[in-house]
């Protein structure tokens, strides 16, 4: 039996790991996470979601996913810059993940919040893991 991993927790946890050492004024107390937080209207800021999109996959060898970055942030430039490091950050990642670009970052605007924000998408490939019963 074949199994694909987790491929929105990894991500998570890759943006997580790398942003918390960024170094960056915008990317201080960034919080990445696969969902907003219940009751948070925006989200605490700055704030880092993972979503995935869809997934397509070569079986038994590889699933390509989907995946959304959206960034919510103080100020305009700041969630550019934030989405600009996170992008750079999946995209040079040595790792189990090969991620490729797709689209952005492109900033934008939340309506319903009236906070600003960037985002991108990019495909993330990852191998599967034979499990013996």
Same mark, same amino acid.
């Given at each position: 039996?074949? %199994?694909?991993?987790?491929?929105? &927790?990894? %991500?998570?946890?890759?943006?997580?790991?790398?942003?918390?050492?960024?170094?960056?004024?915008?990317?201080?107390?960034?919080? +990445?996470?696969?969902?907003?937080?219940?009751?948070?209207?925006?989200?605490?800021?700055?704030?880092?979601?993972?979503?995935?999109?869809? $997934?397509?996959?070569?079986?038994?060898? +590889?699933?390509?996913?989907?995946?959304?970055?959206?960034?919510?942030?103080?100020? &305009?430039?700041?969630?550019?810059?934030?989405?600009?490091?996170?992008?750079?950050?999946?995209? $040079? $990642?040595?790792?189990?993940?090969?991620?490729?670009?797709?689209?952005?970052?492109?900033?934008?605007?939340?309506?319903?919040?009236?906070?600003?924000?960037?985002?991108?998408?990019?495909?993330?490939?990852?191998?599967?893991?034979?499990?013996?019963?």
């Amino acid at each position: 039996m074949y %199994v694909f991993g987790d491929t929105q &927790a990894a %991500v998570a946890t890759l943006l997580r790991d790398a942003l918390a050492g960024a170094g960056q004024p915008f990317a201080q107390d960034a919080t +990445v996470g696969t969902r907003v937080p219940r009751g948070s209207t925006p989200p605490p800021l700055p704030y880092v979601l993972v979503a995935l999109d869809g $997934s397509e996959v070569i079986w038994p060898v +590889v699933q390509r996913n989907a995946t959304r970055v959206t960034v919510w942030h103080r100020d &305009a430039d700041s969630a550019y810059d934030l989405a600009q490091l996170a992008h750079g950050v999946l995209l $040079s $990642s040595p790792g189990p993940l090969a991620c490729h670009a797709r689209l952005g970052p492109l900033r934008s605007f939340d309506v319903d919040t009236e906070t600003d924000l960037a985002w991108f998408a990019v495909r993330v490939s990852s191998g599967a893991e034979s499990l013996v019963p």
